[in-house]
């Protein structure tokens, strides 16, 4: 059989599970299998297994369970309830500012943990209320939530990070901190675009009455609220990129952090520590499962050589260098409509980096270009689990329908955003050249 | 019927406490590099154990995860078509897409059984400074796959009583399906 009907079969089985209902983990393993059985015979499903030990071995990943343990833990203390009424007190007098203060606790949620789902769920559950009752539009609140959340991935700690680092062999460090000014930029834009949007539809976002504002004093008590959540971030990232530690380290003094905010809010109980164990190992497991099995799966189409074929029709993109990035970047958002992003990663990042290296691009900007893509991935439907968590913590009242079209208007900025950086890469590469 | 029915329940029963136990894990995981910075930083004596422990013990909790998962239909899946059909038509279906899914434990259990027997019978070591034992993570690897394996035999059954209406399972009992995911 030639190299094009084993890869359009390869890949069209793929498809063809994965759109029944198969889960990822399972259909990747499964192909691999079938398609190893007629390339290299029976003995040959010894390099699945081989994989899975070599995955487990891999000691960069330890961090994962670690980083979610924190997000887990975080998420159940106090500190988003206490950062919301300290913004609240703070901005609740501009037209538009608790929606603009919920992008800001999502900042600081996605400087402390590592995944994107925590602060959906946390703002979901405190900051949509609050805002729908002071009659925001429910829009516009929904977006908020559902953009900033999805900061967790591209600002540092990030897991989506730590994997790419993996995969495509550069250094964690470097990538946590070429996140850091793009994360920025996004949350200054998104920003932009609401000043902008309430200055044209003040009823979007009314500001609060005169008699509902905060006190000087009372703003600077709340302000406290900060301390804990900072001091958070500067234990993770500070050891990270002061090289005191290993990124995975940093991620146990994360969990050590979450535990101190824990003990401070009384809520160092085994009853919440045992759940969010439990919880960490169900994130963690299902995502070490799509990597056992896409392991064994980018190996079997190397094996085939499949990869050489995706190459040169990937050279036969029109557009030079830039058109391949462009098409890579299209492939990637409609792949994040329907796949999670360590199966995206999986499947695409071995053909991709070899082509982004050959054509001279720095593969830590592609990786940046790469998670902010993931994390537009993660709040479009139909398959964004954003839109689920966030699903499962708002009143009745809203519907998945508002929450999908919510998005709109956020997933444009983002892909301003994703442009800007490709015009002017030094957006991000200049912060990690300028530590490392 | 009844034992039918007496097997799924203790299969799950069984991933299910595995799982709890498993979790239980992150703890010492975390406990363990901690410890390991506060020797770096504060007792200036590095150990050679701590990091390789994390290490074996991640390995084993990961690969360990995936019955319990199994168990809460936790595994990510696209359930775009999937939900759009009715209850014994999307049984029918999923007893046709546990091929593909039988084909990858049967070699997954099949070989990890070589590998861990191998392991054992050279008492394989991992040849580091501290050189461990290796072959009680590669041995998970074999216990993981059977559990799964098993659970997925819980599933297929139901998907079995789902298509043809059959009485030993009722599919009230089916939690929703999706619960939490995301990396």
Same mark, same amino acid.
């Given at each position: 059989?030639?190299?094009?009907?084993?890869?359009?079969?390869?890949?069209?089985?793929?498809?063809?599970?994965?759109?029944?209902?198969?889960?990822?983990?399972?259909?990747?393993?499964?192909?691999?299998?079938?398609?190893?059985?007629?390339?290299?015979?029976?003995?040959?499903?010894?390099?699945?297994?081989?994989?899975?030990?070599?995955?487990?071995?891999?000691?960069?990943?330890?961090?994962?369970?670690?980083?979610?343990?924190?997000?887990?833990?975080?998420?159940?203390?106090?500190?988003?309830?206490?950062?919301?009424?300290?913004?609240?007190?703070?901005?609740?007098?501009?037209?538009?500012?608790?929606?603009?203060?919920?992008?800001?606790?999502?900042?600081?949620?996605?400087?402390?943990?590592?995944?994107?789902?925590?602060?959906?769920?946390?703002?979901?559950?405190? +900051? @949509?209320? $609050?805002? /729908?009752?002071?009659?925001?539009?429910?829009? #516009?609140? %929904? =977006?908020? !939530?559902?953009? *900033?959340?999805?900061?967790?991935?591209?600002?540092?700690?990030?897991?989506?990070?730590?994997?790419?680092?993996?995969?495509?062999?550069?250094?964690?460090?470097?990538?946590?901190?070429?996140?850091?000014?793009?994360?920025?930029?996004?949350?200054?834009?998104?920003?932009?675009?609401?000043?902008?949007?309430?200055?044209?539809?003040?009823?979007?976002?009314?500001?609060?009455?005169?008699?509902?504002?905060?006190?000087?004093?009372?703003?600077?008590? +709340? @302000?406290? $609220?900060? /301390?804990?959540?900072?001091?958070?971030?500067? #234990?993770? %990232? =500070?050891? !990270?990129?002061? *090289?005191?530690?290993?990124?995975?380290?940093?991620?146990?003094?994360?969990?050590?952090?979450?535990?101190?905010?824990?003990?401070?809010?009384?809520?160092?109980?085994?009853?919440?520590?045992?759940?969010?164990?439990?919880?960490?190992?169900?994130?963690?497991?299902?995502?070490?499962?799509?990597?056992?099995?896409?392991?064994?799966?980018?190996?079997?189409?190397?094996?085939?050589?499949?990869?050489?074929?995706?190459?040169?029709?990937?050279?036969?993109?029109?557009?030079?260098?830039?058109?391949?990035?462009?098409?890579?970047?299209?492939?990637?958002?409609?792949?994040?409509?329907?796949?999670?992003?360590?199966?995206?990663?999986?499947?695409?990042?071995?053909?991709?980096?070899?082509?982004?290296?050959?054509?001279?691009?720095?593969?830590?900007?592609?990786?940046?270009?790469?998670?902010?893509?993931?994390?537009?991935?993660?709040?479009?439907?139909?398959?964004?689990?954003?839109?689920?968590?966030?699903?499962?913590?708002?009143?009745?009242?809203?519907?998945?329908?508002?929450?999908?079209?919510?998005?709109?208007?956020?997933?444009?900025?983002?892909?301003?955003?994703?442009?800007?950086?490709?015009?002017?890469?030094?957006?991000?590469?200049?912060?990690?050249?300028?530590?490392? | 019927?009844?034992?039918?029915?007496?097997?799924?329940?203790?299969?799950?029963?069984?991933?299910?406490?595995?799982?709890?136990?498993?979790?239980?894990?992150?703890?010492?995981?975390?406990?363990?590099?901690?410890?390991?910075?506060?020797?770096?930083?504060?007792?200036?004596?590095?150990?050679?154990?701590?990091?390789?422990?994390?290490?074996?013990?991640?390995?084993?909790?990961?690969?360990?995860?995936?019955?319990?998962?199994?168990?809460?239909?936790?595994?990510?899946?696209?359930?775009?078509?999937?939900?759009?059909?009715?209850?014994?038509?999307?049984?029918?279906?999923?007893?046709?897409?546990?091929?593909?899914?039988?084909?990858?434990?049967?070699?997954?259990?099949?070989?990890?059984?070589?590998?861990?027997?191998?392991?054992?019978?050279?008492?394989?070591?991992?040849?580091?400074?501290?050189?461990?034992?290796?072959?009680?993570?590669?041995?998970?690897?074999?216990?993981?796959?059977?559990?799964?394996?098993?659970?997925?035999?819980?599933?297929?059954?139901?998907?079995?009583?789902?298509?043809?209406?059959?009485?030993?399972?009722?599919?009230?009992?089916?939690?929703?399906?999706?619960?939490?995911?995301?990396?």
């Amino acid at each position: 059989m030639s190299i094009e009907v084993m890869t359009l079969l390869f890949f069209g089985s793929l498809l063809f599970f994965l759109l029944l209902g198969l889960p990822l983990a399972f259909v990747l393993g499964g192909v691999s299998v079938v398609f190893l059985y007629f390339t290299w015979g029976f003995d040959s499903f010894y390099m699945v297994v081989s994989q899975i030990w070599g995955t487990m071995e891999s000691f960069t990943l330890v961090a994962i369970p670690l980083f979610v343990f924190m997000a887990m833990i975080l998420e159940r203390t106090g500190v988003a309830r206490d950062l919301y009424r300290m913004m609240y007190l703070w901005f609740g007098g501009l037209r538009g500012g608790l929606a603009i203060g919920t992008l800001g606790i999502c900042a600081v949620f996605a400087a402390m943990v590592g995944i994107s789902g925590a602060a959906v769920v946390a703002m979901g559950a405190i +900051a @949509l209320p $609050s805002m /729908l009752s002071r009659g925001y539009d429910k829009q #516009m609140a %929904l =977006g908020v !939530i559902n953009t *900033g959340g999805g900061w967790g991935v591209l600002i540092p700690p990030s897991i989506l990070m730590i994997l790419y680092a993996l995969i495509t062999g550069v250094s964690v460090g470097k990538m946590f901190a070429a996140g850091v000014m793009p994360g920025i930029m996004l949350m200054v834009l998104t920003t932009l675009y609401i000043v902008v949007r309430c200055a044209l539809q003040p009823d979007l976002a009314p500001a609060l009455p005169k008699d509902d504002r905060a006190s000087w004093p009372e703003k600077f008590r +709340a @302000l406290r $609220s900060v /301390l804990l959540p900072i001091s958070v971030v500067g #234990m993770v %990232l =500070g050891s !990270i990129m002061g *090289g005191l530690t290993t990124p995975t380290e940093a991620a146990a003094m994360g969990v050590l952090g979450a535990l101190i905010s824990a003990a401070v809010y009384g809520e160092f109980k085994w009853s919440v520590l045992n759940e969010a164990a439990i919880r960490t190992l169900k994130l963690t497991g299902l995502t070490m499962w799509i990597l056992f099995s896409a392991h064994a799966f980018s190996s079997a189409y190397q094996s085939m050589g499949a990869q050489a074929l995706i190459e040169s029709i990937m050279a036969m993109i029109p557009g030079g260098a830039w058109g391949t990035i462009i098409a890579m970047m299209v492939i990637i958002f409609f792949l994040g409509m329907v796949l999670d992003p360590v199966g995206i990663m999986m499947i695409t990042l071995p053909v991709f980096i070899p082509i982004i290296t050959a054509l001279g691009f720095d593969p830590i900007w592609f990786g940046i270009l790469f998670v902010i893509n993931m994390e537009i991935g993660y709040k479009t439907p139909p398959f964004g689990f954003n839109l689920f968590y966030l699903k499962g913590v708002v009143p009745p009242s809203v519907t998945m329908n508002d929450i999908y079209k919510s998005i709109i208007p956020f997933v444009l900025v983002e892909i301003v955003g994703i442009i800007l950086i490709m015009i002017f890469p030094e957006i991000a590469t200049w912060l990690p050249e300028l530590l490392f | 019927m009844s034992v039918v029915s007496a097997f799924m329940k203790g299969v799950t029963r069984l991933n299910e406490y595995v799982g709890r136990c498993i979790a239980l894990i992150v703890f010492p995981m975390f406990v363990f590099l901690i410890l390991e910075v506060a020797l770096r930083y504060f007792f200036n004596s590095p150990s050679v154990w701590t990091n390789e422990l994390t290490q074996l013990l991640f390995g084993v909790y990961a690969v360990m995860s995936g019955g319990y998962i199994m168990a809460h239909r936790g595994h990510v899946n696209v359930d775009l078509l999937h939900s759009t059909l009715k209850l014994r038509a999307q049984g029918f279906v999923d007893i046709f897409t546990s091929i593909l899914f039988f084909i990858f434990m049967l070699a997954l259990v099949w070989f990890s059984f070589d590998m861990a027997s191998e392991s054992f019978e050279s008492r394989e070591t991992s040849f580091s400074a501290w050189n461990p034992p290796i072959w009680p993570a590669k041995g998970a690897i074999f216990v993981a796959s059977v559990l799964m394996l098993l659970q997925g035999i819980v599933r297929l059954l139901e998907d079995i009583a789902i298509a043809f209406n059959l009485s030993y399972y009722d599919p009230a009992e089916r939690k929703s399906h999706s619960e939490e995911g995301e990396a």
